[in-house]
């Protein structure tokens, strides 16, 4: 058996293990599924009247509304699963049984690979959840095929970014509570770009911070994708912060793993 077939056989091992604790422990992949979806109930229900008509929606909580604010929850969905990675990992590393994984003859990258792989599987299967429930809500895109497969494809690259990103972060912290706090910015940072209203309703300062962090070209790209808005350059925009995103989660996560593996 090669070196790489035994790497992708220890990984596959790893996912099958972390999904089955998803299962067996189902409580913070419903938190997971549940926040986004009781947000995009709450804006589009309880606020969309009034940011509906304000952004050229009707005043009753409007179709037109939906059709805004749902890319952004969507988007949301994809960052909310961080937190159960993050928490996940520190599990693992503060309970003793990574240091078991090490004395055993295993791939050391399968360790993080199965989190990974598990957590992005496990996020993107709330995005479809949110998808659905916006869809009975009644929004309404107009996406062919390809554009939905592009949609899918931009929020997948955005969670295994994110995904390797909270890895980092169980690894370096000390106890699963302060784990699932820190990734908690990642979820909420999109209501401070354009999920919510566009970024020209916005003071300047907010304005300006709004239109230059990594979600709000994600937000425009998917939506200029399922709505058939002016996409412009988001769209390279976005591809650009996800790429470095992963890398950067991904470099960090790896380094974090090697130190621990030395002490």
């Known amino acids: 058996m090669s070196t790489l077939t035994h790497a ?6 790893m996912l099958r293990r972390n999904l089955k604790h998803a299962l067996r422990y189902p409580s913070m992949t419903v938190s997971v599924i549940a926040m986004p979806v009781l947000m995009l109930l ?44 993050a ?3 520190c ?14 003859s295993i791939s050391r990258a399968s360790f993080l690979t199965g989190h990974v792989v598990g957590g992005v ?32 494809g931009l929020l997948a690259l955005l969670v295994l970014a994110l995904t390797w990103i909270s890895a980092g972060i169980g690894l370096v912290t000390k106890t699963p509570e302060t784990a ?17 209203v566009p970024t020209e309703s916005m003071p300047t300062g907010l304005r ?11 937000i425009e790209t998917l939506r200029g994708l399922l709505m058939g808005t002016e996409i412009g350059n988001s769209g390279l925009i976005a591809l650009a912060w996800c790429l470095g995103l992963a890398l950067t989660g991904y470099l960090w996560a790896r380094t974090a793993y090697q130190r621990g593996a030395k002490r």
Do not use: C, H, K
Request: no cysteine; charged share 10%; net charge negative.
């Open 208 to 218: 300006w911070f709004a239109e230059y962090q990594p979600f709000t070209p994600v």
């Open 87 to 89: 928490v996940s990992v």
């Open 42 to 85: 709450l804006f589009n229900y309880v606020f969309g009247g009034a940011l509906g008509s304000g952004i050229g929606g009707t005043a009753t909580g409007s179709t037109e509304y939906i059709d805004y604010v749902a890319p952004g929850i969507i988007l949301m969905a994809a960052t909310s699963g961080a937190v159960s990675t």
């Open 180 to 196: 699932s706090n820190l990734p908690m910015p990642l979820t909420f940072l999109p209501f401070l770009g354009s999920a919510i």
């Open 91 to 104: 599990v693992d590393m503060t309970e003793g049984i990574v240091n078991r994984f090490r004395t055993m």
């Open 121 to 152: 599987i496990q996020t993107m299967v709330s995005v479809l959840v949110v998808v659905g429930v916006a869809l009975l809500m009644g929004f309404r895109p107009d996406a062919t095929a390809v554009e939905w497969l592009a949609a899918l």
């Open 8 to 13: 992708v056989g220890d990984a596959r091992t």
